[in-house]
């Protein structure tokens, strides 16, 4: 009988369900891992304490190799070894190079890899545009369609789901679903103690209480709290960030989603089942429905679909390394109240949500020029939902523009005015998000337009810049503001 492998995000139902109930099952786990990079403490924690509650479920029929690498588990079994297709390039390189393995199709995505391919191939020279693959994915899936037309006749709602925070920096959701810990969690908080201590592995961030479901019946349990509870306010505030509400009506699911705790196409199916029944508005479960089985599997797809060197693209030719208060999360350096906010819930907590990720901080490396590899490095490293084919599209791509627009049609760049409407960050900060040059300029109105001015060549050829472009030429204050900027660099503003 062959050995099913299980990566670790490879943990739900749906990798295993082809198989006989006694069938044995291979779980790794391998410190050298850890040992290469400096993790967030939180996600070592969710990412270990998920895969030994998974092998403590399976009992005798799962072999849970504590080991330094995955090759020195897979040498110590007998016989043929079968595995989902992996996330990862890396993984993909390893588990093809061994005779003694065979790679399934993917399991967690709600397209499969050849519907895309045929869909890529579909278009000729057209771009594979996000909308059109959404669309597709909805009728083939059949998912929020009244027969051939849309639910409620519209296929996307994103106009109405841009509305800015709440006034009163409130919004009137319950709270998130939080786990419980239990001994398996205080085991691997144990053994993270005792590996940082013998100086085996270094961490970055706080390890808190867990906040991210772990295992098959919390991820159940989270998805049943955020539907029943939390869908309905979901799609109105979903661009919109507030200072003391970090979770706002997010799912918190990318983390138990790509752990392989849920299925795309169940989660959806719940949605769905809301706005049916008239639980939750069309309007956020369509905006809902959008990330998971647009989104999400578009940057899958789009992971595995771009050449090898894509990971390596640095179109805008951004070279600043990534500073040290950034690497190591000192909320406390930055004066900024929205970096100082938003990388304080990093620290804390492995995670923000979406705006954040793309206008705070992607938006600050963006303009400041930091090397983009170095900044999905990090992105990958302090984000409990962070894998490499989930990071290295939407940093490269979408965050960083560093692959000259495939994902993205003009770089997410924008002035402090954004976060001003977005957010209620700019209230109580001691910069002024109006003002360029001078002590209080903010650092993102300044930033941008030294951005702009630095880039201009490189942008000139794309016509959504053209507008702002032009603006920068009519800037009589660029010189002084582009000094400014430069004398600014990456200190933490
Ligand atoms: C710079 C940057 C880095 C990101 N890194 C990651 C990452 O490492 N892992 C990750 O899962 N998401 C990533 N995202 C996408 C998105 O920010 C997170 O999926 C989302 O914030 C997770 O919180 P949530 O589950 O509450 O999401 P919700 O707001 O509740 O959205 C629902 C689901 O949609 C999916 N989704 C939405 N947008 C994306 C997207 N662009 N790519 C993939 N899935 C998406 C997620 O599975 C998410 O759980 C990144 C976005 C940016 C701009
Ligand atoms: S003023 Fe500028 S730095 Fe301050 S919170 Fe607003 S955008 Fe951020």
New binding site residues.
């Given amino acids: 009988m062959s050995v099913r492998w299980l990566f670790g995000d490879q943990l739900g139902p749906h990798f295993t369900d082809d198989l006989a109930d006694d069938a044995p099952v291979l779980l790794v786990e391998s410190r050298r891992v850890f040992a290469r990079r400096r993790f967030h403490r939180a996600k070592a924690h969710l990412v270990l304490s998920a895969m030994r509650h998974r092998a403590a479920e399976l009992g005798d029929r799962c072999t849970y190799a504590q080991v330094g690498t995955y090759a020195e588990a897979l040498d110590a079994v007998r016989g043929p070894v079968t595995v989902a297709y992996p996330t990862s390039h890396a993984a993909l390189r390893l588990v093809q190079a061994r005779d003694d393995v065979e790679v399934l199709p993917a399991r967690g995505f709600a397209t499969p890899m050849p519907e895309f391919a045929r869909w890529a191939d579909g278009r000729g020279a057209r771009r594979l545009l996000l909308e059109d693959f959404y669309r597709d994915a909805r009728r083939r899936l059949d998912v929020l369609m009244d027969g051939d037309e849309p639910a409620g006749g519209r296929w996307n709602f994103d106009a109405d789901n841009r509305e800015p925070p709440p006034r009163d920096g409130r919004l009137a959701v319950p709270g998130p679903w939080w786990p419980a810990e239990d001994d398996v969690d205080a085991q691997v908080r144990d053994d993270l103690d005792r590996w940082e201590r013998d100086g085996d592995v270094a961490f970055v961030g706080r390890d808190g209480p867990r906040r991210f479901a772990a295992t098959r019946a919390e991820a159940l349990a989270a998805l049943d709290h955020f539907v029943t509870h939390r869908l309905d306010a979901f799609g109105p505030h979903e661009d919109a960030m507030l200072a003391d509400d970090p979770w706002m009506a997010h799912s918190l699911l990318s983390a138990p989603m790509n752990l392989g705790l849920l299925d795309p196409l169940e989660v959806v199916a719940r949605a769905e089942q809301a706005y049916r029944t008239g639980a939750a508005s069309l309007q956020s479960v369509e905006g809902f429905v959008r990330q998971v089985i647009g989104w999400r599997d578009y940057v899958w797809h789009l992971y595995w679909h771009q050449p090898p060197g894509y990971r390596d693209r640095n179109a805008l030719a951004a070279g600043e390394p990534l500073p040290q208060w950034f690497a190591d999360l000192d909320a406390d350096a930055v004066e900024?109240?929205?970096?100082s906010t938003v990388l304080a819930g990093v620290r804390d907590h492995g995670w923000v949500h979406h705006i954040p990720r793309l206008m705070?901080l992607g938006n600050w490396a963006l303009q400041r020029g930091v090397d983009p590899a170095a900044l999905t490095d990090w992105f990958h490293r302090c984000f409990v939902d962070g894998y490499d084919w989930v990071m290295v599209p939407n940093v490269v791509g979408m965050s960083q523009h560093a692959d000259g627009g495939v994902m993205a049609t003009k770089p997410y760049a924008s002035?402090?005015a954004y976060?001003?409407r977005m957010?209620d960050?700019?209230r109580g900060?001691?910069?002024?998000?109006k003002k360029r040059l001078g002590p209080d300029a903010?650092?993102?109105?300044a930033g941008y337009w030294a951005f702009l001015d630095r880039t201009r060549d490189r942008l000139a050829g794309n016509h959504r810049m053209a507008q702002p472009l032009k603006g920068l030429e009519r800037l009589a204050d660029l010189g002084a503001v582009v000094a400014q900027e430069r004398d600014r660099g990456t200190s933490a503003?």
């Fill in positions: 900024a109240r929205c970096l705070v002035g402090g976060v001003d957010s960050f700019c900060c001691r910069y002024n998000p903010c650092p993102y109105t503003p």
